[in-house]
C-alpha cells in the first residue's frame, strides 16, 4: 500500500523540490506541540478569576491604546475592475458574486497603496504596465480567483498560486489562455515553502497577497516573504526577487497559535504573555462558540462586507 499510495507519492514528490523545506516559516515553534485548540482556550478564560478577567482587559486596552492607528472602513472599486463588478467576464469562469466584491476591495486598496497601477492596464499604458508589472504571489490562493482579477486588469503576467489543498474549477485554465502568462501551482503548505527555491521568481520583483489566510496561515505568509527580504538583503552578491508589498485578509483569528506568531517580541514588550495572547484571539472570534440557533441572534448578527484592515 505504502507504494502506492498516492499520497505518499506526492509528499515524496515534494520533499525533493527546491523549495520545500520543512517547518521553515514555523515562526521557531516546537515541532510536534500541539495547537491550542478553540475550545481550551474558552476554557482557560472561564477559568479566570474576575480579578483576572480585568487585570488582562485592561492590558488589552493598554497594548491597543499604545500600538493602534485609527481603524477604518475601507471599501474601494477601482475602476480598473468595472468589468468584474458588471459580470463583464467570461461566464465560463465558476466565480461566486459574493467573493467578487471582497476581492475587487483588495485590489482597490493595493492600488491605493501604490501597489498596482491607477487604472489598470489600459489604452496607450497597457504595454508599459505589462512590461513593469510584478510577479503575484498568492498565498493560500484555493482556486486562484483574486490573481484571475489581477491578471485580467492589472496585466500581472507572472503568477504563483501556493496551496496545499486540490480544487476543482480552478482558474488555472482561464490563467493560461491570457497571452503571456507564466503560471506556477505550489501544492504546498505555506510553513515549508522556501521562495528562494522557487527558480521561476529568481530576481523577479513580486507581490505577496492572500485572501482568507486562517489564523496561522497569515503569520507564515509574513515569515515566508520575511525569510525571502532577509536573505536577499545578507546575500548582497546575489540577485534575490524583490517583495514590493503584501496584501493579505486575515480571518478565523480564534486559530491563532503563539508558537506561529510573526512577531513575539512586539507582544512581550507590551506585557503579552502565550496564555493572554491565546484568550485575546479567543476575545476576537467568540461567535465561533456561541449559540445562533435564535432568531434574535441571528436578526442581530451583523452582515456587513468584511472590512479589509
Request: hydrophobic share 40%; net charge neutral.
Amino acid at each position: 500500500h505504502v507504494g502506492k499510495c498516492p499520497f505518499r507519492k506526492h509528499a515524496d514528490a515534494l520533499a525533493a523540490q527546491p523549495y520545500y523545506s520543512k517547518g521553515i516559516n514555523s515562526g521557531g515553534g516546537e515541532a510536534g506541540v500541539a495547537a491550542v485548540t478553540s475550545a481550551a482556550k474558552r476554557a482557560s478564560v472561564h477559568k479566570l478569576s474576575e480579578e483576572e478577567f480585568w487585570a488582562l482587559v485592561a492590558k488589552i486596552r493598554s497594548a491597543h491604546t499604545a500600538a493602534a492607528v485609527q481603524m477604518r472602513e475601507s471599501y474601494i472599486a477601482p475602476d480598473a475592475c468595472d468589468k468584474w463588478m458588471k459580470g463583464q467576464v467570461d461566464r465560463k469562469v465558476p466565480y461566486q458574486e459574493k467573493h467578487v466584491v471582497q476581492q475587487v476591495s483588495i485590489v482597490g486598496n493595493m492600488e491605493t497603496f501604490g501597489l498596482l497601477p491607477r487604472g489598470g492596464a489600459e489604452d496607450a499604458m497597457k504595454e508599459i504596465a505589462v512590461k513593469t508589472a510584478p510577479a503575484v504571489v498568492e498565498f493560500g490562493a484555493g482556486r486562484g480567483y483574486l490573481t484571475q482579477m489581477l491578471a485580467d486588469c492589472y496585466g500581472i503576467k507572472n503568477i504563483f498560486l501556493v496551496e496545499r489543498r486540490s480544487y476543482k474549477l480552478k482558474a488555472d485554465r482561464s490563467l493560461r489562455q491570457n497571452e503571456g502568462v507564466k503560471l506556477e501551482r505550489l501544492r504546498i503548505d505555506i510553513e515549508d515553502l522556501n521562495l528562494h527555491g522557487v527558480k521561476a521568481l529568481s530576481g523577479s520583483p513580486y507581490l505577496a497577497i492572500g485572501k482568507h489566510l486562517c489564523g496561522p496561515a497569515t503569520d507564515m505568509t509574513i515569515m515566508c516573504c520575511l525569510h525571502e527580504l532577509h536573505n536577499r538583503t545578507e546575500e548582497k552578491g546575489h540577485d534575490k526577487h524583490q517583495l514590493r508589498g503584501l496584501a493579505l485578509a486575515t480571518c478565523c483569528h480564534h486559530l491563532c497559535q503563539w508558537k506561529h506568531y510573526a512577531n513575539k517580541a512586539f507582544l512581550s514588550r507590551l506585557g503579552i504573555v502565550e496564555e493572554e495572547f491565546h484568550a485575546m484571539t479567543w476575545f476576537s472570534s467568540w461567535a465561533v462558540d456561541g449559540d445562533h440557533s435564535s432568531h434574535d441572534s441571528l436578526d442581530s448578527e451583523d452582515t456587513s462586507s468584511e472590512v479589509i484592515r
